[in-house]
């Protein structure tokens, strides 16, 4: 396929979107993944695919396309999909797993410092939460204050 093809096909895509039909969107990027485009660029797609999922409330689905996408991209040495997957993890309450991919990424030798300081940021910033402590309301089973 050549690029303009390929971007007009992420143009229709994304149109489509935005106007709500998700269903047209899945159908555009999906076929890009089953195309003949980069596996960088399946990643993209597949993280788009995620997107819509997330859109439409099927969080098991968005899961399972941005573990795709992160196939996709490993091999490059890539990690826009892992970050997609830890927010998106971190998103449904999932800070323990989000934390994994984020400890999982920083001894990466592709990472660029910058790239290693947001990693740690958001490492402390996840391990603060987990740790933060939940209080009871003495003689209910009443939550305040924390998670």
Aim: hydrophobic share 30%.
């Amino acid at each position: 396929m050549d690029y303009q093809e390929y971007q007009n096909r992420i143009n229709r895509g994304t149109q489509m979107f935005e106007a709500g039909n998700m269903q047209a969107a899945l159908e555009v990027f999906q076929g890009l993944v089953n195309s003949d485009i980069s596996d960088v660029d399946k990643s993209r797609m597949c993280i788009n695919v995620a997107v819509v999922y997330e859109k439409t409330g099927n969080s098991q689905q968005a899961l399972q396309w941005y573990m795709r996408a992160v196939q996709f991209e490993k091999p490059h040495c890539r990690y826009e999909a892992q970050e997609y997957l830890a927010v998106y993890l971190t998103e449904l309450g999932r800070l323990r797993d989000s934390l994994k991919v984020y400890e999982s990424l920083l001894p990466s030798s592709h990472l660029t410092e910058e790239d290693k300081l947001r990693m740690r940021q958001r490492i402390e910033e996840l391990k603060k939460e987990i740790n933060k402590p939940v209080y009871r309301r003495p003689g209910t089973g009443e939550l305040s204050g924390g998670n």
